[in-house]
Each structure stands twice: as C-alpha cells, then as structure tokens.
C-alpha cells in the first residue's frame, strides 16, 4: 500500500510554525497584513479567498478583503492595488485569479508592488525563482515541496516529471524541483508518448486540470505522485488529475484530493506574507 501524504495534518503543522514566528514579531510590534482583493461572484474564488482569511485568523495575521464588483473597470481596479502598495500595515497583496472578463490579469500582476507580492505572480519576482535566490515561493509548487520533504522523499537525482506548463504551478514548479538536483521533465498537451515518459518518473507532479488524467499504465512501481489537480468526476464529486484508486496500489507515495496539495498552498501564502512582514515590515 502507498504512503498516503496528508497535506492537511503538515499544513496544520506549518501554520503552527508559521503562528508562532508570528506572535514573536507581534512582540515586536509587527503584525502582518494581507490584502485579499476579489472581483466579481465567483463561487469557487469566494470559497478560496474565504479559506485564505482563515488561515489568517489562525495564524493571527491582520487580514482585509476587498470585494469589487464584476462591473469594476481596470482603471478602477488598479487604483486599488496602487492604495494597497502604499499601506504601511498591509505586507502582503493578493488579487485573486482569473478576473471577470475584460479585466487583464497580467496588467493587475505587474501593478503589485513586488514586495508585497506573495503569489509571487510579478515578473521580477518570477526572474528570482529561474535564478534561484527568491524571497516569495510561488505558493502551490512551494507546497508541494514541502510535502516532498517533509515525507522523507527524496529530489535529488531523481526524475521528475511535471505535466502541464502554466506559470502558476507547472513552471515554477519544475524550477523548485531543479533547484534540489531533481532531473526535470516538463510535459504538456503537445508532449508525444506522454505515458512512456511518466512512466520514467521517480516523482510525477500532475497538474493538468483533467479529472482522473493520471491513469495506472502512467506510473512506475514505486513512484511517488503528486495530485495538483480540483476537478469534479462525473457524479460531481471532488477529485484530482489522478485517478487515485487505479493508480494508488503501483506507487510508494500518493496525495489525495481533497488533502492533499491543497491545504498546502494556503500555507505557503501565510508563509509568505509573514516573510514579506520579517523583512519589509516596519
Ligand atoms: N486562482 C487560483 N489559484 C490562485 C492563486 O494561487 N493565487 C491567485 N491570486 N489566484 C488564484
């Protein structure tokens, strides 16, 4: 049977971390602050964003969400992140992605001050992660390799293989897994003989956005896999890009979904925001 990595119980453990380091800096009279902007009605980014003040209140972070309606214009929105960049309490800014159509992400993410960018979504701070001396880790590939980590697993010298190359997650990732000597495969939908490839993975990361993507002819006995994925299956019920049950008794180490990288990702944004506090908070 695989080792089951649960990312609830180590997230819960990292915001016990991250609280602790937190009510030491209280003393000294910081308190971190992140700024939650969300546009429009968006079921899924309202459960997301609600979940991320959670973790604030947990952590004891001083926390502030903004809600715009859809309706809001770029210029609108931008005054916003430009107020934001000038709070003096507010160390972390997070404008949760994607905006409602006619709204440009890209324009929203270059207008954050890149020190209190803890999505680490800027360009300048993306440049520090392909250079490898980053203050903010990009939270979800962050997540995923605390995980790694702190289950004894080990990156260097093995073959990684990651499916799918978005900026959030697939790039950033295979940077952080390069980064500890892992052998990095990028793959994505244009990738030929895709299951021959991850077939060779020591450590596959899916992070496709396809429900049950991840088949068993797909892994090596042993391997250690890695679900980024939220999809819903054809019941409506919540799963990963792997199908888990077929995939499961072949490897050695397993995420589930839900529990998995998940929780994790919320974690390393408070992991940030208290950094962005440490190091630029006054
Ligand atoms: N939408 C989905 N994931 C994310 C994330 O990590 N950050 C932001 N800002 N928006 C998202």
């Known amino acids: 049977m695989a080792q089951l990595i649960n990312g609830k119980e180590i997230a819960a453990r990292l915001r016990g971390e991250i609280a602790a380091e937190t009510a030491v800096l209280k003393e000294k009279g910081i308190t971190p ?14 459960t997301y964003v609600r979940n991320k003040q ?3 209140q947990e952590v004891g972070f001083y926390s502030e969400q903004i809600n715009l309606p859809a309706t809001t214009t ?7 992140v430009k107020e934001l960049n000038e709070r003096k309490d507010i160390h972390g800014i997070l404008c949760q ?9 890209g324009a929203v993410i270059a207008a954050i001050d890149p020190k209190k960018d803890v999505d680490a979504f800027h360009a300048e701070n993306v440049g520090h ?26 990156v260097e010298g093995r073959h990684c293989v990651v499916i799918g190359r978005s900026n959030i997650v697939g790039k ?15 793959c994505h939908s244009r990738t030929k003989d895709l299951a021959a490839i991850c077939r ?10 396809r429900a049950k993507f991840v088949t068993a002819d797909m892994v090596k006995e042993g391997a250690t896999v890695i679900d980024v994925g939220i999809n819903r299956d054809e019941n409506g019920k919540l799963c990963g890009d792997v199908d888990f049950a077929a995939v499961e008794p072949i490897v050695g180490a397993i995420t589930p979904v ?25």
């Not at 992660?129 to 080990?154: K, N, W, Y």
């Not at 950033?172 to 990028?186: E, F, R, S």
């Not at 839900?258 to 006054?282: E, R, W």
């Open 33 to 46: 602050g992140l700024a939650v902007i969300l546009v429009g009605d968006d079921p899924a980014s309202q």
């Open 54 to 56: 959670k973790a604030c």
């Open 74 to 80: 770029q210029e609108e929105l931008l005054a916003v």
């Open 97 to 105: 992605l994607p905006l409602p159509k006619g709204l440009d992400d």
């Open 129 to 154: 992660i392909m250079i490898g001396d980053q203050h903010f880790l990009p939270c979800t590939p962050a997540g995923v390799m605390e995980l790694i980590h702190r289950s004894g697993i080990t």
């Open 172 to 186: 950033p990732m295979a940077m952080l897994l390069l980064q500890k000597n892992g052998t990095v495969t990028i």
């Open 200 to 209: 060779q993975a020591d450590i596959l990361v899916a992070a496709v956005g």
């Open 258 to 282: 839900p529990g998995g990288v998940g929780p994790m990702t919320i974690a390393m944004l408070m992991k940030n925001t208290l950094t962005a506090a440490k190091t630029y908070g006054c």
